[in-house]
């Protein structure tokens, strides 16, 4: 996996600041996996996607994750550690396989479908929407006419292929006892984090270049544990 040094970084950050979520799941997945043709990454199946992009996060900020989530329940807040071994199920990294349901046969969603419905604001509406694209070699528009209970079998039958496309684990609260369910959004998680380093380099060139007088590129060209023993020198 490519590795990110603190250039590259900021260049990924400003290419992705202005992008919608999806968009940014993209371009990060892209850059975790050079050896795959760039317009092909949004046709990747979502599971392949979340593992590409949890793997990029372990090598660049470790593999434990810190989070949080309030207990639906009572409110309280909960923190967490989550390893991304722990999230990821095994030997899910390749995802090609369609799946038969309802007597249809269905694909595995990717990113290009999500966007596809991105505004669609009913649930319901949307899930439909959703398997009528992942629909393969059917009549269009045939998944607008499943049941909802034909659309829990086909969905539960793309989870089981493609297990890690939704993360979801059980949490308990500690405050009140109750048992519930919280997600994980990889992109958001990773470009949370990005977005966090970048703008923490952005200070430091700052406060470097103010000091020194040194360019940019100078300044990230040193290694980080220089850049902090400099930083020391001249923090007020």
């Known amino acids: 996996m490519r590795m990110i040094q603190a250039l590259d970084l900021l260049t990924l950050w400003e290419r992705g600041s202005s992008r919608h979520a999806l968009d940014r799941s993209a371009l990060l997945c892209a850059w975790a996996r ?83 419905i991105v505004h669609e604001r009913d649930a319901a509406q949307g899930a439909r929407q959703l398997l009528a694209r992942c629909l393969v070699d059917g009549v269009g528009g045939s998944a607008a006419l499943l049941s909802e209970m034909t659309v829990r079998e086909v969905e539960d039958a793309l989870e089981a292929a493609d297990p890690n496309a939704d993360l979801a684990f059980d949490v308990r609260c500690e405050a009140c006892g109750h048992l519930g369910t919280a997600q994980l959004d990889a992109g958001d998680l990773l470009w949370d984090e990005v977005d966090c380093r970048a703008r923490a380099l952005l200070t430091e060139v700052h406060l470097l270049a103010r000091a020194y007088g040194w360019t940019e590129s100078e300044i990230l060209a040193l290694s980080a544990e220089r850049r902090a023993s400099y930083l020391s020198l001249v923090a007020p």
């Open 34 to 116: 050079p050896e795959l043709p760039v317009d092909t990454i949004a046709d990747l199946p979502l599971g392949e996607v979340t593992s590409s992009l949890l793997r990029l996060r372990a090598a660049l900020f470790g593999e434990r994750i810190q989070a949080h989530v309030d207990c639906e329940n009572c409110g309280e807040r909960l923190e967490l550690t989550i390893g991304v071994r722990d999230l990821l199920q095994p030997g899910t990294d390749s995802v090609s396989r369609d799946v038969d349901a309802a007597g249809l046969r269905f694909r595995p969603p990717c990113l290009r479908d999500l966007s596809a």
